[in-house]
């Protein structure tokens, strides 16, 4: 299953059923654990570790070294999890010592092609990224989130978990939980209510969503008093606390 013109370093760890294309290159301190396929023209460098099942496609370059001219060779990592598909052309780098020193890529995740996670960005679990989405360095993004094509993302901003984005969006601050978001730069655009139908949200707790963003949104009030009255509505609708939990983490500012 390794390719004959594939240059794996002997200390290299793979697990079993790996699979390694053409003119492959993986560095000495990979790992790579059972059932992941890589396909030909791909350099997986640095302290990088790839979990199982995986497909990572032609012409990727995993682990490099970070575009940040601090790093100095420290020894950070890259972490990927289990079961993502990481389509052509996709640049994910190394961590810095000026941060966790890691990037982390979770499980189920649908990286389409020339998507750049930059160093020390923390992506969770169940997102897609569409074709040319870009995080720069320490970008947060949560579960089930959709970035669409060409989406930017400034560097330290948060995404909260069920966010989706529209094509070319540019995104200079934290996006809350749950909201749609389009423009350059982007701007709110109502819950992604579809996506939280698709993904078992109730009746009620959608209605107790729409509530939250207008209280943020629509009425007028300054973020500490919006603040205020989704702590009440929590208190009814649970699924507004991961907002309100975010909010109160925010250091960037939320788009408004």
């Known amino acids: ?28 301190h990979v790992t790579i654990d059972d059932g992941t396929t890589v396909a030909a023209h791909v350099v997986i460098n640095g302290h990088t570790r790839i979990g199982k099942d995986n497909r990572i496609f032609q012409f990727c370059s995993l682990g490099e070294i970070p575009q940040d001219k601090k790093y100095a060779g420290e020894p950070t990592r890259l972490e990927i999890g289990d079961r993502n598909v ?3 052309f996709c640049t994910f780098n190394l961590g810095t010592i000026q941060d966790v020193g890691v990037t982390r890529l979770g499980d189920d995740n649908w990286i389409m092609a020339y998507v750049h ?12 990224f569409a074709n040319n989405a870009s995080l720069a360095g320490h970008v947060e993004v949560g579960d089930h989130v959709i970035l669409g094509g060409f989406t930017g993302v400034h560097q330290f901003c948060k995404i909260g978990a069920h966010v989706m984005t529209a094509i070319s969006s540019v995104v200079f601050k934290d996006i809350p939980p749950y909201m749609m ?18 993904r078992g949200y109730s009746a009620a707790a959608l209605a107790g969503l729409k509530r939250a963003y207008k209280l943020l949104y629509r ?21 507004v ?16």
């Open 241 to 256: 606390a991961p907002l309100l939990e975010f909010l109160a983490q925010s250091e960037r500012g939320i788009i408004r």
């Open 181 to 198: 978001a389009a423009g350059q730069p982007a701007v709110p655009h109502g819950i992604n209510s579809e996506g939280l139908k698709r």
């Open 117 to 128: 996670i930059a160093h020390d960005c923390q992506v969770a679990n169940h997102t897609v």
């Open 219 to 239: 009425e007028g009030l300054t973020l500490a008093e919006a603040q205020t009255k989704l702590a009440i509505l929590a208190v009814e609708i649970p699924e």
């Open 86 to 88: 990481i389509r052509e």
């Open 1 to 28: 299953m390794i390719h004959e013109t594939a240059i794996i370093h002997p200390r290299a760890q793979l697990g079993e059923r790996v699979s390694v294309g053409p003119y492959s290159i993986i560095g000495e």
